[in-house]
Each structure stands twice: as structure tokens, then as C-alpha cells.
């Protein structure tokens, strides 16, 4: 109360002030409305493609086995915890809004050294009879990603060894619909 | 002290807050921009360089904005692959397994059938196939128009155009002129997203009647039920829904095994002919690819039909669906070896393996179904009565049905080969079961003795026994081809011209090339 208090403008302040604060509070949704700001909480694998830098990360997944049984947080995001889980999200999110806003993304996209732990972390997580069948449990080194990868040796599990921005032209993913809303198309159709 | 304090003794202070604040808003509104601006651009990734008008049938007319899929799709023209049973040149089924003349006596599928080739020649093939007979003079064709439904993009226009049940009545001869775009691009995509798209009302029908709704599919299961509009087992209903019309009807109304259609058709007392010696009300299945692929261990795990048919092909550091829809064998690398890592050889050793184990059982039925039929006609010959065969009759019935089912998609062997050897496994049990009616049948009219077979070991000896004349019917197709067909081309071109036409195109092949590929479509 003693915040809202000291914020409150002199009397002939405030309707200015309440109708900028409004502006800035209906933007600031309709920013978050269009942005899909929401469904990043969720796994769906159809978030990571609301920019569209990601559709051959997204249709060269959608043509591999692990479609089946993995979407992309199933490996691109640690799966220790909730709060780790989450963490990871904001961080790496934020970081991917900011390269996006400021067309920053490199033509071919390549996987950081956090990013790629994360991964091998995975790979791990639901392979590890196999790892351990193939006795290369043992071997610290490859175990635990340092020096080597999973995907060194497996090229193309799961997105094929073709990735950059221009590799999918004709890919068939699903496109983001039109925020305009649908009474409004039938108004605009009408005139 | 508050806020409210300072800006009134310092009001500059005030109109600090209130243009930063305007800044901000200002900045939010950029960025707000920047999101839609972005968003757009996903759609212009993709820009297409013409306008394609819905339903538009002309394959290469797709092709202006989708080169790397229409030159693909152009490939199902080969016919150079073979694989141990099946392949993409033509091939003599009848002479290849002269039994089926004998099982499909009193049907045309005895005069000729062959394996099929790629999409590319769906029209052309119709209208070579003996079963559709030479109208001409005033003569019908034995077909109905109904035949056409799954040869074209052109179907799609005209049933829009004219309506469904008017589509399918009528003599086959009669939209000869009208369809001529083989299989293609309309009859999977939407023109404005390009998504899959069911255009073949018979299927959203079937799925109507099961209480499921077909736009609910998603896109992976739509990569399997874009190719469930045509290879699948199919009747023509002359009843429903409206009298005197032979309706594109599926029979999966009490499920999909070869039991539950068998319980439909018999049920509507429904036959596709009577069979010529054993007189048998005989189900010819058509082609139950979809039915019997989804008995499959890879349907259940989530595989469609795209993904062996039509696998990822890079080219140029492009990546797109490879559009020449053909056997995986043909192309084991892409489409198997996505998901099974061991070498080509043991693949194909292993659905070799498959294959080779359900087709000899299948070959067995086959053999034991042709003895059945001609014991029959023996029965028939020795004057057993209507109620001494009755019980015969519907043996056989079943126990074909049972053969063709497993026989007739040609790929059920290796899609489903646990399914399809139970299925065989019935139909070799019902078979025999007849045969040893018909024995009894025959000792009731005194017949001890041996029965005796004819000799139809070949196509030309099994063709001869049922009088088929395949000189006469060769002559009358000719004269057909030669005289009716090429009046239904002009007819097509001329119609065809009044369409939009897409020569100026940006960047689009030169207009000689692109109406030479068009001329030569036409002429084939």
C-alpha cells in the first residue's frame, strides 16, 4: 500500500498517466498474444518452430525415428528436475528471443557447448542399457561427452547431416495461424 | 518522502516519467512489429511464383512452383526397377500365375490383369486394360464412371463441378475426354498451404460411418490416409445413397480384417460376380493396401506410408519428399535405413524371407482354390442340385475372398506377413473343408471315382478352357485406342486451353520446353 502510495501521481497527473500505463499494459499483451509468449511453458515440439528459423531442425526431426518417442525438450533441455528444467528454458529462451529480434541467428545453426552437455546428458538418460551393453560405460571419457559425442559417430540421429536455414525450403510444418481474430476476417470479408 | 511529493515540487521530474514511459511504450511497439514482421517472413520462405487456382489439375502447372517435387513425381514414368516379386514395369499377372484365370473366370480381371506401374501412366493404363472394354459405335463400356475416380486430379474438378453421385453415374466412355491429368499433385494438397488434403469423398464417408472424423488427422496420420483414398478394398453401391448409381463405397463398417469385411459384404448379400465354373457369388477384393497395412508392426509404431514411399531426399544441400512414390526396395537407403541400421543386403534378406514364407502358403490357397472351382463345375457336370452345393458355394466363396485379400495389394506379404499367413491359414482350412463337401456332394450321386482336373497349367490353356477370345478383345482395344481416344485428347486440349496459362511465369522453363513436356504428356 505505502508502494502504491509513493507511485501515485499529483491530481493532474493521473489521467495521463493512468492512460499511458494502460498503453503500455494493452501493448505489452497484445505483444505476448503474438508472440506465443505462453506456449513456451509447454514440450509441444510446434513452439520451437513459432520463429521460423527452426522448420529443418523441426521437419528433419519430424522424418527421423526419435519423432516416435522424443520431441525437442526431451533432448535439447536438461530433464533432472522441474527447476533445472525451467531454468534452462528462461535462460537458453531469452538468449534465442535476443538473436532473434536482432537477426542475429547464423545461416547454419550450430549446437554450444551447454547445449551439447544437455544433449549427451539425454542421449544418456534413455540409451543408457545400451551404453552400458556396448560397454562403453567404462570409458569415462566418452561417457560423460568430454571430447567425445554421441552424435560424432552417429552423424545423423535424428535431424540428417543437412541443417542449415535453406535446406528445407518445401518442408511441411505446421505454419503459426493469424492473430487476427476470426470476427474480424469475417467483418473485413464482408466489406 | 513520495513521488507524488517530488513531482509536484519538481515537475520536470514528472516529465521525465511520463517520456520515458512514452519511450517505452514506443519501444514496445517496434518490438510488437518486429514479431509480426518476422512472422510474415515464414510465410514468404516458401513464395510461390504463381497462383495455383483451386483444384487445379495440371500437374505441371504445380510444377512452376515446386520444381524438385514435380521432377520427382515425373519419375514414376521409370520402369526399370524389378525386385524379386514385384517392380515398376508392367507385368502379366496372368501369365505369371496362370491360377488366377481359372479363380477369376466369368470376371474381366480374367481377360487381363497386370501388375500396375507408377502414377505417371494411371490414365493411359485405364484406358489400355482390356477390362474397360472398346466403346465405340454406340457400344458401352462394361465399366461405369465410377472406375475413374482414382486416376485423376481431374476427378476432384469435376465432382465439384457437376456433383458426386452425377460423377459416378454413367458409362465409363463418357468422361473419357475429361480426365486426363494422371495422379498428381490435387489429389493429395491443398493449392494455398500445400497441406494433405482428402479429396476422394468415399473415404471421408467411411470414416463418417465409423463416428470418426477425418479432420481431426494429423499431419503423420495424414501421410498414410492421402494414399487410403485409393489403395484400399472398395465397392460399388448401387443402392445408397442413391438409386441406380454404382457409389464408391469402402465395406469398413464392422472394421478392417479380412473377417470384418467378409461379415459386411455378407450381410448385404453383396457379390462381385458369379464365379463361371463353380458358380460361386464371388468378392473380388481390389486392392486392401491401407486394411492390411495396418495390421503392420510399422503402423503401430507410428510409420506411414510417406515415410517408406516417399522418403527424404537431399539434392544440392536441399532437403524435400521425394516424390517418386515406388517400392522402399527400390530405394533402401533412404527409406528403410532411416530406422534399421544394418546393411541393404540383410534388409532385403530378411523381407525377401518374409515374403518368400507367406507367398508360398498364399500360392498353396491359390493351387487348392483352382481344384476347388473346377471340382465344382465336375459337381455341377454330374447334376448336383442347388441345395446339395449351397453350403459348397459359400466356402468358396470365403476362402477366395480370404486369397484375394492377402493376394490382391500385392505388398500385404511383407506389410503385414503375420496377419496375412493367419488369413491365408483360414482360407486353406475353409478351402478344403469345400472340397471335401463336394466329395460327399458326388458320392451322394453315386461319383466314386477320381475326379478329373483339365490341364489350365498355362494362361493361354486356363484362358482357353473359359473361352476367353483375347485376339478379338485385342483387336476391338486397338481400333479403340486408335480411333476414340486421341478425339478425347483434342476434346481435353481444347477444353484444357481455356484454362489460366502460365507462360509468363518468373523464372519458369521457356515456354517451347515447357508446352513440348505438355505435348508430350498428352501424346503418350
Known amino acids: 500500500m505505502k508502494l502504491l502510495r509513493y507511485f501515485t501521481p499529483p491530481d493532474p497527473w493521473k489521467i495521463p498517466v493512468f492512460g499511458l500505463l494502460a498503453a503500455l499494459l494493452g501493448l505489452g499483451i497484445y505483444t505476448l498474444n503474438i508472440a506465443n509468449a505462453f506456449s513456451y511453458l509447454s514440450d509441444e515440439p510446434e513452439v520451437c518452430i513459432n520463429c521460423h528459423v527452426m522448420n529443418p531442425q523441426y521437419a528433419t526431426w519430424q522424418h527421423s525415428s526419435h519423432r516416435e518417442v522424443a520431441s525437442c525438450n526431451d533432448c535439447h533441455v536438461p530433464q533432472t528436475s522441474v527447476f533445472e528444467k525451467y531454468w534452462f528454458k528462461a535462460k537458453d529462451g531469452l538468449g534465442h528471443s535476443y538473436m532473434f529480434t536482432f537477426r542475429l541467428e547464423p545461416q547454419v545453426i550450430q549446437i554450444k557447448s551447454e547445449g551439447a552437455q544437455t544433449v549427451q546428458g539425454n542421449c544418456e538418460r534413455c540409451h543408457e542399457q545400451l551404453i552400458s551393453e556396448v560397454n562403453l560405460a567404462d570409458n569415462e571419457e566418452i561417457f560423460h561427452g568430454d571430447g567425445k559425442y554421441c552424435w560424432d559417430c552417429h552423424v545423423e540421429t535424428p535431424h540428417g547431416s543437412v541443417r542449415s536455414l535453406s535446406s528445407t525450403p518445401q518442408a511441411q510444418v505446421p505454419n503459426l495461424g493469424s492473430p487476427v481474430p476470426q470476427w474480424l476476417k469475417k467483418l473485413q470479408e464482408s466489406e | ?524
Not at chain 2, 515446386?66 to 520402369?79: G, H, L, N
Not at chain 2, 496372368?94 to 479363380?103: H, N, S
Open chain 2, 1 to 524: 518522502m513520495s513521488l507524488k511529493d517530488t513531482v509536484e515540487k519538481k515537475p520536470w521530474v514528472g516529465w521525465v516519467l511520463f517520456l520515458l514511459t512514452v519511450g517505452v511504450v514506443y519501444l514496445l511497439g517496434v518490438f510488437s512489429s518486429t514479431i509480426v514482421e518476422r512472422r510474415t517472413e515464414s510465410s514468404l520462405v516458401n513464395k510461390p511464383k504463381i497462383k495455383i487456382n483451386n483444384l487445379e489439375p495440371r500437374n505441371e502447372v504445380w510444377g512452376i512452383n515446386y520444381p524438385r517435387e514435380y521432377e520427382t513425381y515425373m519419375e514414376t514414368k521409370s520402369m526399370d526397377f524389378r525386385s524379386k516379386y514385384n517392380g515398376s514395369a508392367m507385368i502379366d499377372m496372368l501369365d505369371e500365375y496362370p491360377a488366377l484365370v481359372i479363380l477369376w473366370a466369368g470376371y474381366k480381371f480374367s481377360q487381363d490383369y497386370n501388375q500396375a506401374r507408377g502414377h505417371y501412366y494411371a490414365v493411359e493404363d485405364i484406358r489400355n486394360t482390356l477390362r474397360t472394354g472398346a466403346p465405340m459405335n454406340g457400344k458401352h463400356s462394361p465399366m461405369p464412371n465410377t472406375c475413374w475416380t482414382c486416376k485423376s486430379p481431374d476427378v476432384p474438378r469435376k465432382m465439384k463441378e457437376i456433383g458426386i453421385a452425377e460423377f459416378y453415374s454413367g458409362h465409363w466412355e463418357e468422361r473419357g475426354s475429361d480426365i486426363i491429368n494422371p495422379i498428381g499433385c490435387a489429389d493429395c494438397h491443398d493449392e494455398n498451404t500445400m497441406k494433405l488434403k482428402i479429396t476422394r469423398p468415399a473415404l471421408i464417408e467411411a470414416f463418417e460411418r465409423q463416428g470418426k472424423d477425418i479432420t481431426k488427422a494429423t499431419h503423420q496420420e495424414m501421410r498414410t490416409l492421402v494414399c487410403a483414398q485409393c489403395h484400399v478394398e472398395y465397392y460399388f453401391n448401387s443402392d445408397k445413397p442413391k438409386k441406380g448409381v454404382p457409389y464408391l463405397t469402402f465395406p469398413w463398417d464392422n472394421g478392417t480384417t479380412a473377417e470384418e469385411i467378409e461379415e459386411y459384404f455378407d450381410d448385404i448379400n453383396f457379390k462381385d460376380y458369379t464365379h463361371q465354373l463353380s458358380k460361386a457369388p464371388i468378392i473380388k477384393a481390389q486392392h486392401p493396401g491401407y486394411e492390411t497395412y495396418t495390421k503392420s508392426i510399422h503402423y503401430q509404431r507410428g510409420v506411414s506410408c510417406a515415410d517408406c514411399h516417399m522418403p527424404y531426399k537431399s539434392e544440392g544441400g536441399v532437403k524435400f519428399t521425394d516424390h517418386k512414390i515406388q517400392s522402399p526396395l527400390n530405394n533402401i537407403a533412404n527409406s528403410c535405413q532411416v530406422c534399421h541400421r544394418e546393411s541393404e543386403e540383410d534388409i532385403l534378406k530378411s523381407v525377401y524371407n518374409n515374403m518368400d514364407r507367406v507367398l508360398h502358403n498364399r500360392g498353396k490357397l491359390e493351387e487348392i482354390l483352382v481344384k476347388t472351382h473346377l471340382e465344382a463345375e465336375f459337381a455341377w457336370k454330374q447334376g448336383a442340385t442347388e441345395e446339395q452345393m449351397k453350403d459348397v458355394l459359400l466356402d468358396i466363396r470365403h476362402a477366395q475372398w480370404r486369397w484375394d485379400y492377402a493376394a490382391a495389394a500385392h505388398g500385404a506379404a511383407f506389410h503385414a506377413p503375420v496377419e496375412i499367413l493367419r488369413v491365408v491359414g483360414t482360407g486353406i482350412e475353409i478351402a478344403q473343408e469345400a472340397r471335401m463337401k463336394i466329395r460327399s456332394v458326388l458320392t451322394e450321386l453315386g461319383y466314386t471315382k477320381e475326379i478329373p482336373i483339365p490341364d489350365v497349367s498355362t494362361k493361354e490353356k486356363a484362358q482357353k478352357y473359359i473361352g476367353v477370345d483375347l485376339p478379338k478383345l485385342r483387336a476391338e482395344k486397338k481400333l479403340f485406342l486408335d480411333t476414340v481416344v486421341p478425339k478425347w485428347l483434342d476434346e481435353a486440349e481444347k477444353r484444357e486451353s481455356k484454362m489460366p496459362q502460365y507462360d509468363q511465369a518468373v523464372n519458369a522453363e521457356p515456354k517451347s520446353k515447357e508446352k513440348e513436356q505438355t505435348a508430350s504428356m498428352l501424346n503418350k
